[in-house]
T-cell receptor, first 115, second 109 residues
Framework: GAGVSQSPRYKVAKRGQDVALRCDPI?????LFWYQQALGQGPEFLTY????????KSGLPSDRFFAERPEGSVSTLKIQRTQQEDSAVYLC?????????????FGPGTRLTVT | DAKTTQPNSMESNEEEPVHLPCNHS???????IHWYRQLPSQGPEYVIH???SNVNNRMASLAIAEDRKSSTLILHRATLRDAAVYYC??????????FGAGTRLTVKP
């Protein structure tokens, strides 16, 4: 079956521009996660949704970062007024409901480069 | 989630077994031990997880110490496609995953 897809795969933005990154989770997965991965580092948690509810946004690095999942399926991570330190790979993952040790399925990521 | 310690890198020869260690001395009774791997230019991929008993699946085996303060991911016959960064993660059921730096595995032909 189809896995998690993300678009675009690559994005170059000038400093100060706004960007929107899309995630299509596996059909039926109610949990959705966003991670940020800097070069040479492991992924770092940004935020978590259960259906359309954003239950944890403790990892968002600043108020320039905003995520939504209005219908409980597709999610968008928006970064306003991008800065060079925002350059990273942004990963999306989905899983079955949060209440168990369910594995997360990751998309290929969006590589954001801010110039 | 409790912290894990892994070697930065390991090397293996193709067709030989690989044992990837992970120390987690502050593990709590409700923490599951998860392993993920990340191939170049891809998102992480689930490998295996366990709580107390050793686990086997088609990809690997997970050996968990009796005191649960350490675990070992075992790849029975390494192939070139197994070259990746392997992450050991402690995760309380339902909680978010916190990745460390992982172990970069190099497989030599």
């Amino acid at each position: 079956g189809a896995g998690v897809s993300q678009s675009p795969r690559y994005k170059v933005a000038k400093r100060g521009q706004d960007v929107a990154l899309r995630c299509d989770p596996i059909s039926g997965h109610v949990s959705l996660f966003w991670y940020q991965q800097a070069l040479g580092q492991g992924p770092e948690f940004l935020t978590y949704f259960q259906n359309e509810a954003q239950l944890d946004k403790s990892g968002l690095p600043s108020d320039r970062f905003f995520a939504e999942r209005p219908e409980g399926s597709v999610s968008t991570l928006k970064i306003q007024r991008t800065q060079q330190e925002d350059s990273a790979v942004y990963l999306c993952a989905s899983s079955r409901p949060r209440g168990g040790p369910y594995e997360q399925y990751f998309g290929p990521g969006t590589r954001l480069t801010v110039t | 989630d409790a912290k894990t310690t892994q070697p930065n890198s390991m090397e293996s020869n193709e067709e030989e077994p690989v044992h990837l260690p992970c120390n987690h001395s502050t593990i709590s009774g409700t923490d599951y031990i998860h392993w993920y791997r990340q191939l170049p230019s891809q998102g992480p991929e689930y490998v295996i997880h366990g709580l107390t008993s050793n686990v086997n699946n088609r990809m690997a085996s997970l050996a968990i110490a009796e005191d649960r303060k350490s675990s070992t991911l075992i790849l029975h016959r390494a192939t070139l496609r197994d070259a990746a960064v392997y992450y050991c993660i402690l995760r309380e059921a339902g909680n978010d995953m916190r990745f460390g730096a992982g172990t970069r595995l190099t497989v030599k032909p």
